[in-house]
Every structure is written in C-alpha cells, then in structure tokens.
C-alpha cells in the first residue's frame, strides 16, 4: 500500500533552518511528483512547491523562494524540504503529498504524508 | 496567482439534508485541474473529487463535484455524520497550486 512517512516534530529559534523527510513507499518513487503543502495551527492549506523525483527538478511557490529547496535520495525513496531563516509565522503542519496520476492525466493530490509540526519559538 | 475563493465560510446542516459548497477562481481552470478535500481535525486532507468531477478511489457516491471555468460546486446529496469536517476546493491549472480558504460544514 502506499504510504508517505515524515519526520518528527522539530522545535526552532527564529533564523535557524529545518529539514523535514518524507519516505514513500509502495508505489514507483520516480513516477510521481512530490508536493509540499503546509498549515499553520487553525488555517487553511498553503502550497509550497514540488519536486521531480525522477530528475530532482523543482519549482517554488514565490513566496517561497530563496528559502526553500526541496530534494530528494531515490536510493532511499525519500523526499525533503528545507526551509530557512525561519520565523514565527512559519510556525505549522508541514504535508508532503503525491500528486496522483490517471491516464496519465492529473488525478489530484492523492496520498498524503502524516504531517510535521515545525514549532519556531525564541 | 489563482485566488480560490469558498462560499459559505461555515455552513451548518443537519444530517439527511443535502450540502452545497462553491468554489470561486479568479480566472478560468481547465476542468480537469480542480480538486477537493476534506479534512477533519488533526488528520491530512483527503482527495474526494478530481478533474471536477471524478470521484477519488473509495469515496462515496454520495459525494459528486460539478462546475467549469470560474465556478465548481461540491455537493453532498444526504449527510452522514462523518461528513462533518472542513472542505478545500484547489486548482493545479497555474502554478502557485492554490487552495480556498475552506467551508467548514458543522452539524446544526
């Protein structure tokens, strides 16, 4: 069955940097897009980026850009984000997600990672 | 960016009765790249329609998506109990993938 695993809860000062994992599993690593969505406490989603597990190609959401950088180890099927120079507004669920394909086509966003409390706090 | 905009923000129903929840872009979404989900508290979200209108593996066909262009509809033709939750439409037309702000459905 398909499953992505995440990386446990992490505690940061502001300006320190976190790296969150996500092990998938059960399905081709390398025929799926990766996606990272986060949610801080009480809000909605707010979507990050992707990455190609195939080629390690990704893109940022704007607002992210310069301090993000998402990579991957395809002998370890496992995916990662990187964010810096955190702030307390970072403070959030952390989702890694595969995006799901039908035919080949976009099947929407199908199986989610458990989620990974970031916490920033002086 | 796509700006994903959700009507009501808070819809309060009954269970047996039917729901209707909107999803508003800022510019046109090919149908095949608009999603929902449904979230219930401390859990990930959960894909129930993609494409508009093609319901994920698993979900209930109670559960049917419609719309095209700037406006999609989530519908739930008969609540259950389980259905009460928050619910995100979100489109993958244009990169940055954005999602509305959510409707929460809560039992009245």
């Known amino acids: 069955q398909v499953q992505l695993v995440q990386s446990g809860a992490e505690v940061k000062k502001p300006g320190a940097s976190v790296k969150v994992s996500c092990k998938s599993s059960?399905?081709?690593?390398?025929?799926?897009?990766i996606h990272w969505v986060r949610q801080a406490p009480g809000q909605g989603l707010e979507y990050m980026g992707w990455i190609k597990p195939k080629s390690g190609g990704a893109d940022y959401a704007q607002k992210f850009q310069g301090r993000v950088t998402m990579t991957r180890d395809t002998s370890a099927t496992t995916t990662y984000l990187e964010l810096r120079s955190l702030r307390s507004d970072d403070t959030a669920v952390y989702f890694c997600?595969?995006?799901?394909?039908?035919?080949?086509?976009?099947?929407?966003?199908?199986?989610w990672g458990q989620g990974t409390l970031v916490t920033v706090s002086s | 960016e796509i700006v994903l905009t959700q009507s009501p923000g808070t819809l309060s129903l009954s269970p047996g009765e039917r729901a209707t929840l909107s999803c508003r872009a800022s510019q046109s979404v090919r149908s095949n790249y608009l999603a929902w989900y449904q979230q219930k508290p401390g859990q990930a979200p959960r894909l129930l329609i993609y494409g508009a209108s093609s319901r994920a593996t698993g979900i209930p066909d109670r559960f049917s998506g419609s719309g095209s262009g700037t406006d999609f509809t989530l519908t739930i033709s008969r609540l259950e109990p389980e259905d009460f939750a928050v619910y995100y439409c979100q489109q993958y037309n244009n990169s940055p993938y954005s999602f509305g702000q959510g409707t929460k459905l809560e039992i009245k």
């Open positions: 059960g399905y081709t690593f390398t025929g799926h897009y």
């Open positions: 997600v595969r995006e799901g394909l039908i035919a080949q086509t976009w099947g929407g966003f199908d199986y």
